[in-house]
């Protein structure tokens, strides 16, 4: 079966009343999945990150731009986080990916409690210049949808629908979300035609697993008439270097470098989000040790 292309779609609804934002990002979900040998628990987690933070990377402006958000419960599966720009490029990282628990009464994936609730969602929005804007807000239950309606509430003051999923077999079948906010004079009419709409979003993988997302929007906003605004590609990917990684080295000054040389004579760093090792000989050190005295 060929695999879809992770996607987002941005409209509005009733001239403007309200605003959507409805992304597939299965194929994404899969690649954080295969990267870091995740359990279905923790990608199931990756998958509704991937999705919100794509969502909030669209909504920045400049191409220097970034949104950084993470989510630290408590939980065995440790922190989560994730960096999002406004081109669609996504990059996400789980302290603990193995990490697997049984499932909940109802059979879905213990999502909440591989995470944990007590914590925060920090979101971190950067510009490029100045000081970036950090917001947070406490957890409500770890499941990471309801965490996220709950910053757009406290932080934003902006009520939303947040729906986010990931369906999970062999591999995954589908991931995705949607987030819906009122906009200043939305009418009471269509407020309530959402309220009754929202049960539609609580499976949102399910829907994602069976239509195209230009099928959801026809589907699940008929009469509200939705009108897409853009389509913009999303994929994960990792912006790390050789060269990020020596001011990374350089950060943690002379006394550790030159400990890490007697020590190990070298190092090897990980990349948490893309797994790739960048390895470092006691000369190499030595260089950066001159460069950073310079």
Do not use: W
């Amino acid at each position: 079966m060929e695999e879809k292309q992770s996607r987002l779609l941005r409209l509005t609804l009733k001239g403007g009343q309200a605003r959507v934002f409805l992304c597939d990002t299965t194929q994404m979900a899969q690649q954080a999945r295969d990267i870091h040998h995740a359990s279905n628990t923790c990608s199931a987690a990756m998958g509704r990150m991937i999705a919100a933070t794509a969502i909030m990377g669209a909504n920045l402006k400049s191409e220097g731009d970034r949104i950084t958000v993470t989510l630290n419960g408590g939980g065995p599966a440790g922190p989560m986080c994730a960096v999002a720009g406004p081109d669609g490029v996504v990059k996400v990282t789980i302290e603990h990916p193995e990490v697997e628990l049984a499932l909940k009464p109802n059979g879905k994936l213990d999502v909440g409690g591989a995470l944990g609730k007590d914590g925060q969602l920090t979101v971190m929005r950067s510009f490029g210049f100045g000081e970036p804007y950090v917001g947070r807000v406490a957890l409500v239950s770890g499941e990471v949808a309801e965490d996220f309606a709950m910053y757009y509430l406290e932080s934003e003051q902006t009520p939303s629908l947040c729906a986010l999923g990931t369906l999970v077999g062999e591999r995954i079948l589908s991931a995705g979300g949607i987030l819906i906010q009122a906009m200043p004079g939305c009418s009471e009419e269509l407020l309530d035609a959402l309220e009754i709409r929202a049960e539609l979003f609580g499976s949102i993988s399910q829907l994602l697993e069976e239509m195209t997302l230009e099928e959801i929007v026809d589907s699940c906003f008929r009469g509200l008439e939705p009108e897409i605004l853009e389509e913009m590609p999303l994929r994960l990917s990792c912006d790390c270097s050789r060269e990020y990684i020596e001011r990374v080295l350089l950060s943690m000054g002379e006394a550790e470098l030159r400990d890490l040389m007697r020590k190990q004579n070298g190092c090897e760093v990980t990349c948490h989000f893309c797994r790739k090792q960048y390895a470092f000989t006691g000369e190499e050190l030595a260089k950066l040790i001159e460069e950073a005295s310079e």
